[in-house]
């Protein structure tokens, strides 16, 4: 990693963190990441995270998330589960992560594959989706559907707990 983007904290070396909440704005819940990006930069968040915002999640993260040492991605999910439900994939289970990546480009999963074949330790060794079940995410519409919009809450509790506990020993 470039020693130029590590954040040294009380003689431990934080942890560094990239959130990003994924989405358009302007198809209804699947803006919900972003939205969600926006509120948590509102917060007093522990240093060494940085929280960005991204249309995409597919190979265009691969820049963002170079030299972290973890990735929370934020962003809308469709499993069929009731809208505003939180899901919280880490591991292998990201590979679950359907809905966070463009039709005609690398998913998520698949773009991190790459990432971690091409430019190694570069990337981020920790991956970690907090997603939303969406209702809508086909319709122009700049509003979310209630209970997505309700359950941002939640799902920034969920990515606090975790900035929490990221030191290393």
Do not use: C
């Not at 819940?29 to 929280?51: M, Q, S, T």
């Not at 907090?130 to 519409?141: H, K, L, P, Q, Y």
């Amino acid at each position: 990693m470039d020693a130029g983007r590590q954040v040294w904290s009380r003689g431990r070396r934080s942890v560094r963190t990239l959130v990003v909440g994924i989405g358009s704005t302007i198809l209804g819940d699947d803006g919900v990441g972003v939205h969600a990006a926006r509120r948590l930069r509102e917060r007093d968040l522990p240093e060494g995270v940085d929280v960005e915002e991204a249309g995409i999640a597919g190979l265009g993260l691969l820049d963002l998330a170079l030299g972290y040492d973890r990735l929370i991605v934020i962003d809308a999910i469709l499993t069929g589960a009731a809208p505003g439900t939180i899901h919280v994939l880490e591991g292998n289970d990201v590979a679950r992560a359907a809905h966070l990546g463009p039709a005609h480009e690398a998913d998520l999963p698949g773009s991190l594959d790459i990432g971690r074949k091409l430019l190694g330790a570069a990337m981020p060794r920790e991956v970690l989706v907090v997603a939303i079940e969406a209702a809508d995410v086909t319709t122009f519409s700049e509003s979310m559907n209630d209970d997505v919009e309700a359950a941002i809450p939640r799902a920034l509790a969920q990515v606090e707990e975790r900035l929490r506990g990221a030191r290393d020993p």
